[in-house]
């Protein structure tokens, strides 16, 4: 049972435009939901979170938003950057300390 | 100063074979973490240690197991090694797995198991 589900494995968008990227869960008890940017041959980096509590926030380019009754949070980006093309996971912890991580979404922003 | 470091980096060895994969922090955090991403690219956590003490211990195989000497160090050790061991192993901290917070994970940079 995947509890955190990125359904798009790939997303492309032009330098100075939008990037949306999507995350949907499944369980409640989630209270903070975090997203990490991954290089390749690295390990994935922290970016931003929200907590269950909240609905947006927002640093810098990126704000993340959460719809708690649809489960379902998002990542914008805005401008995008080619240096922003990497693999994003979005990851939702509980208080128990457990994070547990969607497959991820690879970003291309192209020039 | 690298926060999280892992070693080896590349490990390719031959089923049946046991090894081992250090990992350290620097950063003073309670927690550590290992974490498996096959090659569906899926993070998955395996092992989460406080202090020294077993907190989170997914279903993952007997054959793994993990060694935490003090907070900074948290080892995984891996008995007869199976094809499908092949994966990137990601050791990561977090300063207090259990604390009200954002609880951001801080990885390392992988550690990439081939297992012919």
């Known amino acids: 049972d995947q509890q955190v589900k990125q359904n798009s494995p790939s997303l492309s968008v032009q330098e100075g435009r939008i990037s949306i990227l999507n995350c949907d869960y499944t369980?409640?008890?989630?209270?903070?939901f975090l997203w990490y940017k991954k290089y390749p041959a690295e390990g994935p980096t922290f970016l931003i979170s929200?907590?269950?509590?909240?609905d947006k926030n927002e640093d810098g380019r990126f704000t993340v938003f959460l719809n708690k009754s649809a489960k379902h949070l998002s990542l914008h980006i805005v401008p995008s950057q080619p240096g922003d093309s990497a693999v994003y996971f979005c990851?939702?912890?509980?208080?128990?300390?457990?994070?547990?991580f969607g497959d991820g979404t690879t970003l291309t922003v192209k020039p | 100063d690298t926060a999280v470091s892992q070693t080896p980096k590349y490990l390719v060895t031959q089923m049946g074979n046991d090894k081992s994969i250090k990992c350290e922090q620097n950063?003073?955090?309670?927690?550590m973490y290992w974490y498996k991403q096959d090659s569906k690219k899926f993070l998955k956590i395996m092992f989460s240690?406080?202090?020294?003490?077993?907190?989170i211990n997914e279903t993952v195989p007997n054959r793994f197991s993990p060694k935490s000497p003090d907070k900074a160090h948290l080892n995984l050790h891996i008995n007869s090694l199976e094809l499908g061991d092949s994966a990137v192993y990601f050791c990561?901290?977090?300063?207090?797995?259990?604390?009200?917070?954002?609880?951001?994970?801080?990885f390392g940079e992988g550690s990439r198991l081939t297992v012919l």
């Open positions: 990561a901290s977090s300063q207090d797995g259990r604390a009200v917070g954002t609880g951001e994970l801080f």
């Open positions: 369980n409640s008890m989630f209270d903070y």
């Open positions: 929200i907590s269950s509590i909240k």
């Open positions: 990851a939702a912890r509980t208080n128990a300390g457990k994070s547990t």
């Open positions: 950063l003073g955090h309670d927690t």
């Open positions: 240690y406080n202090n020294k003490e077993l907190i």
